[in-house]
T-cell receptor, first 113, second 109 residues
Framework: DAGVTQSPTHLIKTRGQQVTLRCSPK?????VSWYQQALGQGPQFIFQ???????QRGNFPDRFSGHQFPNYSSELNVNALLLGDSALYLC????????????FGSGTRLTVV | QQQVKQSPQSLIVQKGGISIINCAYE??????FPWYQQFPGKGPALLIA?????SEKKEGRFTISFNKSAKQFSLHIMDSQPGDSATYFC????????FGTGTRLKVLA
């Protein structure tokens, strides 16, 4: 039973560039949530996708956008990268209607230089 | 803004000792109270969780105590082992979970 898969595992980008991170949810899950985890901090909620629509959003600027595909996989896009965007980006999947927490992937480590 | 406060920030325990981590929340609408364990380079993994209709839940060496009136819940790790050394997060919520700032636990051999 495959868990949550994220790609790439590591990424280095230059300030001002754009980046796309990808996530495949756990088999049977239909909801994907994205979190940003700065070094030494707890994960911060970015947004959640269900039925290909953004269902909830945290306190992140519009530079952060996402997409969910019919197969439930998801992308996180960040435009105009800032040094402060350097973090571990975590994808978590769940089943809509099941309030039983998330299954997380191992994350994508983004470094902006 | 929803606040979740976790304490202590770090904890050092001898092997075989008891580790206790606390979490306080504000939103009374939360109805799921989990603890996650995270090892370096990995994503958080669900460790144990409780619903508000019970005051305590035990799974092996891990116990959650829940105080609804005080809006607090805690994680107790009995017989702590070096392999428990990790960062622990509380993340209460309802379909969307708000993470605490984390507690870095080190268990000395």
């Amino acid at each position: 039973d495959a868990g949550v898969t994220q790609s790439p595992t590591h990424l280095i980008k230059t300030r001002g560039q754009q980046v796309t991170l990808r996530c495949s949810p756990k088999s049977g899950h239909d909801t994907v949530s994205w979190y940003q985890q700065a070094l030494g901090q707890g994960p911060q909620f970015i947004f959640q996708y269900y039925e290909e629509e953004e269902r909830q959003r945290g306190n992140f600027p519009d530079r952060f956008s996402g997409h969910q595909f019919p197969n439930y996989s998801s992308e996180l896009n960040v435009n105009a990268l800032l040094l402060g965007d350097s973090a571990l980006y975590l994808c978590a999947s769940s089943l809509a209607g099941d309030n039983y927490g998330y299954t997380f992937g191992s994350g994508t480590r983004l470094t902006v230089v | 803004q929803q606040q979740v406060k976790q304490s202590p920030q770090s904890l050092i325990v001898q092997k075989g000792g008891i580790s206790i981590i606390n979490c306080a929340y504000e939103n009374t609408a939360f109805d799921y109270f989990p603890w996650y364990q995270q090892f370096p380079g990995k994503g958080p993994a669900l460790l144990i969780a409780i619903r508000p209709d019970v005051s305590e839940k035990k799974e092996g060496r891990f116990t959650i105590s829940f105080n609804k009136s005080a809006k607090q819940f805690s994680l107790h790790i009995m017989d702590s082992q070096p392999g428990d050394s990790a960062t622990y997060f509380c993340a209460p919520g309802t379909y969307k979970y708000i993470f605490g700032t984390g507690t870095r636990l080190k268990v000395l051999a």
